[in-house]
């Protein structure tokens, strides 16, 4: 079991890592590499499209080895990941719109916002379950 779960995460490491880097070179390509060449640039985000499908299907993977109380501690997480960065995501959004606040409403700082309550959450359902 112990055997199978640190391939698990390790897979999911890869995958993520090589995720954020072809997210970087999608990013930052066009740019700095090879100057808005849009047969490159589609090429670098179809690249990147495939690994997050690739880093999701691992996240899956070590998710289905969990025993049930790191699902549920899991599950009770996103689940109030999700509502919240709805609910979040949008009234953010709708301050740009409605001319509330004067900078942009970043994606960026949505999936902030995103990853820092999953942690929290998590780290408070482990220890309300443990």
Request: glycine share 4%; net charge positive; no cysteine.
């Amino acid at each position: 079991m112990k055997k199978e779960r640190r391939k698990n995460m390790y897979n999911l490491a890869i995958w993520t890592w090589t995720w954020v880097a072809t997210l970087a070179i999608a990013t930052f390509g066009p740019k700095y590499i090879w100057d808005n060449h849009t047969v490159l640039t589609a090429l670098a985000v179809s690249v990147n499209f495939v690994h997050g499908i690739l880093m999701i299907v691992a996240n899956r993977k070590m998710f289905n080895n969990f025993d049930e109380l790191e699902r549920k501690i899991h599950l009770e997480s996103l689940a109030l990941t999700l509502g919240l960065a709805v609910v979040v995501g949008l009234s953010y959004s709708l301050l740009e719109v409605t001319n509330l606040i004067t900078n942009n409403a970043e994606i960026s700082y949505l999936i902030i916002f995103i990853g820092l309550t999953y942690l929290i959450l998590v780290t408070i359902n482990t220890r309300r379950y443990a």
